[in-house]
């Protein structure tokens, strides 16, 4: 069973306007972490945003905010305002076990966000 | 910042010849560090995790005595194609993990794109 899921293989959105990109996961550990990365075309790996599974308040990290949904086990990432340097691959990914535990991250399928003007 | 490369960045080699991408944490000690291989629109795959001094260790799946990894150094981690084929062309990107602050932070390199003709 995937861990990962992202339902929407691609996305396309206005310049300004908001857009939510889905992610739902699996696991049975209690403590986890949720990150999303961007990949634009040159390929490196670009940290946005991270929520920890007892993270009551969602993260927020400039134009990216994280919609947490534990009992839902999904981790919707929010961008508002977009900008055509928006346009990439979006990963969801996650790591089992605390932030000490040092384990490898997971990742979904990716949506590829396409924004225009 | 923490800052991970990648060597080469691009290479095309002959089928049956080996490669050897290596990865280095430029400012930081890197305990483990994971390796990924992503092909074109896909996600990225876990292809092992490597601890310094120590064997890797593979994800099912991923032959061994293919894709040899070598952890000589808290800054290096090496991965070799061995015996490469056109169905290995492929991007490969490695994580570098170091502790911070009591807890793992993943960096990811830049990339290596791989074509075997």
């Known amino acids: 069973a995937q861990k990962i899921t992202q339902t929407q293989p691609g996305m396309f959105v206005q310049e300004k306007e908001a857009v939510t990109l889905d992610c739902t996961y699996d696991?049975?550990?209690?403590?986890?972490?949720l990150f999303w990365y961007k990949q634009p075309s040159s390929g490196e790996m670009i940290f946005l945003i991270y929520?920890?599974?007892?993270?009551?308040q969602n993260a927020t990290e400039g134009r990216y905010s994280l919609n947490f949904q534990k009992a839902r086990k999904s981790a919707n990432l929010v961008i508002s305002a977009s900008q055509l340097g928006d346009s990439a691959m979006y990963f969801c990914?996650?790591?089992?076990?605390?932030?000490?535990?040092?384990?490898?991250?997971?990742f979904g399928k990716g949506t590829t966000l396409s924004v225009s003007s | 910042g923490a800052v991970v490369s990648q060597h080469p960045s691009r290479v095309i080699c002959k089928s049956g010849t080996s490669v050897k991408i290596e990865c280095r944490s430029l400012?930081?000690?890197?305990?483990?560090m994971f390796w990924y291989r992503q092909f074109p629109k896909q996600s990225l795959m876990l292809m092992a995790t490597?601890?310094?001094?120590?064997?890797?260790?593979?994800e099912q799946g991923v032959e061994k005595d293919k894709f040899l990894i070598n952890h000589a150094s808290l800054t290096l981690s090496t991965l070799t194609v061995t015996s490469a084929h056109p169905e290995d062309s492929s991007f490969y990107i490695c994580?570098?993990?170091?502790?911070?602050?009591?807890?793992?932070?993943?960096?990811f390199g830049p990339g290596t794109r791989l074509t075997v003709t």
């Open positions: 929520q920890g599974s007892y993270d009551e």
């Open positions: 400012d930081f000690q890197a305990t483990t």
């Open positions: 990914a996650m790591r089992e076990g605390s932030r000490q535990a040092g384990t490898a991250l997971i």
């Open positions: 490597s601890n310094e001094g120590s064997k890797a260790t593979y």
């Open positions: 994580s570098a993990q170091t502790l911070a602050g009591g807890t793992y932070e993943q960096y």
């Open positions: 696991t049975s550990d209690q403590s986890y972490g």
